[in-house]
């Protein structure tokens, strides 16, 4: 009776708790692209760092001014430390349309709900929620004795791959990205003298920025919709990689009245064809899955009934297929924007373009995978029709596996949630975390929360939202686990 009252009495009244003051306050600054930056989420990142005594400062290599990266330090209490824990968020977002959302999309309101408090606003969940997660963690930490030595970051660049972010963070101030290994953007290498002043000044506050062990990150939320009433935690240690770039058909234009046979239009609209074919391909369907994947669908199988274990163990990408979602289990193509060189009538054009994107699972190099598209479009040309593709961005598959002190940790303290399954999981997209994996450092890839499928849905979409108890949640949850790690 009492708890009910409680619970009651908590419906009534807006959440006035640290946290939830915070994380609206964080959503009412805005940072998304392009309009505008993270200086100002900086900034208050800053003022929360001289208010709670915590070593902080600002860097940036943009000579705008607008992205703006922040880290906060809580050295160890030990003599001799063990290697540092980076709790890692990206504070820039997505933009939102605000007429398509149920509320204000930047008012950073808490809205009562049927069952909870509910905070909308673009970033709640990905990745301002999960800062504010980290930043109150953190705090609570400060009163325990920590054998290793914690890093806030703030970077100001994840959802535009911004080369002034977390990829400058970790080239300059943790240890140098191979360049064997992607593409980095010219802006990176572009060093002015105040640039270098810049990273000599973070690095001699932060000398042990460099033996960072290992990143915490987001890449995957707890779900409680495809298992309920259990609740799925899929911990991404892996990231599938990615290649962007483009194929051009070049020749045969002229009067519209007067086309050739082949056309680079109808080439290009014929091999985008085939990209999808390929996606869908029944082969597909069956292969095999990766690892990490099968040891997550082996997992959900022991809680399901003895049917749907048969169906798994002899079909197990049926879970991702049933789904809907069978882009996670698989290399997946992407096309967009399909453009000519002509805008005119009865003209055809004599050059026609697409954009693609394609993530995949496995080692893959770029010239593998421009091969893959000449032999896909190049059964559709006809003289003199050219075929060109340029690879214009790669970040190679990269993967940490599940195991380990750090990896046993995450999964006994959120096994403790009745119901829930803690699994390994590769992301579909591409975090941060990839600029780290990518010079031999570990990530693990999981925003604590417990979500529905049309609050994960948010994310990047529209009415993205928090709700109160899973923002409580995820504190504790983050704060049990990081005791474990540094005590």
Partial sequence: MIQSLVFVLAL??????????????????????????????????????????????????????????????????????????????????????????????????WIQAKQDWELYGRGAIDDKGHGVAHWMA??????????????????????????????????????????????????????????????????????????????WNEGSFGGTTPLAPYTLAPIATAQKGVWLGGVTIEGAGGHGALASSATPLEVLIAGLNDLYKQNHSMKSKFRALHSELAEMV??????????????????????????????????????????????????????????????FLGEKTPKEIEGDLRKIFSPFLKKPLELRVETTAYVPFRRDFFEGRDADVFKAEISKYPKVLVTPFITPGITDSRYFRMTGIRAFDFAPFFLTSSEIAGMHGKNERMPHQELIRGIDIEFSILQKLIQ
């Avoid at 002043?197 to 001699?204: C, D, G, P, T």
């Fill in 12 to 109: 009534v009244a807006a959440p006035e708790d640290y946290a939830s003051k915070l994380l609206s306050e964080y959503i009412k600054i805005r940072t998304d692209h392009p309009e505008h930056g993270t200086d100002e989420a900086a900034a208050m990142w800053m003022r929360e760092a001289k208010t709670a005594g915590i070593e902080a400062t600002t860097w940036s290599l943009d000579p705008s001014g607008k992205c703006v990266n922040f880290i906060a330090y809580l050295p160890a209490t030990l003599v001799s430390p063990g290697d540092p824990v980076l709790l890692l968020h990206h504070g820039d977002t997505v933009p939102a349309v605000e007429s398509e959302w149920a509320y204000p999309p930047y008012d950073g309101k």
């Fill in 298 to 359: 082996s997992s959900i199988a022991s809680i399901r009934p003895i049917w749907e274990r048969i169906i798994l163990m002899i079909w197990p990408r049926a879970f991702f297929e049933i789904q809907g979602m069978q882009s996670m289990a698989t290399s997946w193509w992407n096309p967009s924007i399909p453009q000519t060189n002509s805008k005119l009538p009865n003209v055809v054009a004599s050059s026609a373009s697409a954009r693609i994107e394609y993530r």
């Fill in 138 to 215: 953190m705090l609570r930490l400060k009163e325990v004795t920590r054998s290793r030595d914690l890093f806030f970051v703030m970077n100001c660049g994840e959802e535009v791959s911004d080369p002034l972010g977390a990829q400058a963070f970790v080239h300059f101030l943790v240890r140098p990205i191979p360049e064997s290994t992607y593409f980095l953007q010219s802006a990176v290498h572009d060093l002015t003298s105040l640039d270098k002043m810049e990273i000599s000044k973070v690095l001699q506050k932060f000398p042990r920025l460099p033996k960072i062990a290992f990143v």
